[in-house]
């Protein structure tokens, strides 16, 4: 996601570098913001007979990720950066696939969510060596922390669907 310029910052990283890890926290930012829709689209339309487990569960999930969202943005920021992260700049932007409206069935739905869950999981881990090799242990730390609470919500996830 290509970003405007960079601002003034004493951050000790060369702007080449700053604007590439940018453009990174944007992606990510992007997708974890589209995350936290679809994950609170399957909170309010869940159906079936697990329908308040599911139902408390995603609103769980969806709020962690919520956390993300701020973090992502004010790193974008600390390196002199714009955060690109309204509603629809994240629909424009990511790369997740489109949670499907008329699937309200609970298990159908921790179906759904696991791939997109998944979807992010691997997206971080790449951004994680992406921001080490360009030097930015920072950003590969907020990476990392934000890495094992995904797989911590996959394993959440994927506990319903195992038997």
Known sequence: MKTPATFVTSVDLPESIRQKVIELLNQQLADTFDLYGQTKQAHWNVKGPHFMQLHLLFDN?????????????????????????????????????ELPLKE??????????????????????????????????DTADLFTSQSRVLDKALWFLQAHLQS
Do not use: C, H, Q
Request: charged share 25%; glycine share 12%; aromatic share 6%.
């Open 104 to 137: 309200v069935d609970g298990i159908a739905m921790v179906n759904e969510l696991t791939e997109r869950y998944a979807d992010l999981a691997a997206s971080t881990r790449e951004a994680i060596k992406t921001a080490a090799e360009w030097g930015d242990a």
């Open 61 to 97: 999930l969806a709020e962690e990720v919520f956390g993300f969202i701020d973090t992502i943005a004010e790193r974008a920021t600390a390196l002199g950066g714009l955060a690109m992260g309204t509603v629809r700049m994240a629909g424009e932007g990511s790369r997740l696939p």
